[in-house]
């Protein structure tokens, strides 16, 4: 008896660790806006929101941090920092962005740029994704 009620008990909560994963998953790919644009043009995405752009890109917003100071006596503004998640058909590429230091990063393994154009709060963030130019060399 005490055998069977400790396999249930295991059951039950590997069967919770189960549908913990699969919510999660749920929420990160399944309940998200999504917004389709072309390359060059700019885009506002929520935390977990995603760009589809071209139709070789996604851009999704994974995380956003507020790193401004909360002390009425620092000085220095601080910045939000952006955690995104770059894929196109073959790879992916897990970039940071800031609204102050870091606006733009060049994707090299992917051919891409990405930049902050407009970061002013913590609930979004306007980027803009294009291609990266070919730099010929002689």
């Known amino acids: 008896m005490k055998s069977l009620v400790k396999s249930l008990i295991k ?10 994963i699969l919510y999660g998953g749920y929420k990160i ?17 929520e935390k977990l929101d995603y760009a589809k752009v071209g139709d ?5 917003l994974m995380k956003i941090e507020d790193f401004h100071c909360k002390d009425p006596d620092c000085e220095g503004e ?3 920092e952006y955690k995104v998640l770059v894929i196109n058909v073959h ?13 733009k ?16 709060n913590e609930k979004s963030v306007t980027m803009k994704l294009v291609r990266m130019e070919k730099k010929n060399v002689h």
């Open 78 to 80: 601080g910045e939000y």
């Open 56 to 60: 070789e890109a996604i851009v999704k």
């Open 11 to 20: 059951l039950f909560i590997v069967m919770g660790i189960i549908v913990g």
């Open 105 to 120: 990063r060049d994707i090299e393994k992917l051919g891409y740029t990405l930049s902050v154009e407009n970061a002013d």
């Open 91 to 103: 790879k992916l590429s897990y970039v940071k962005l800031g609204s102050v230091a870091t606006t």
């Open 29 to 45: 790919i399944f309940d998200c806006k999504a917004v389709y644009v072309p390359f060059g043009q700019e885009f506002t995405l």
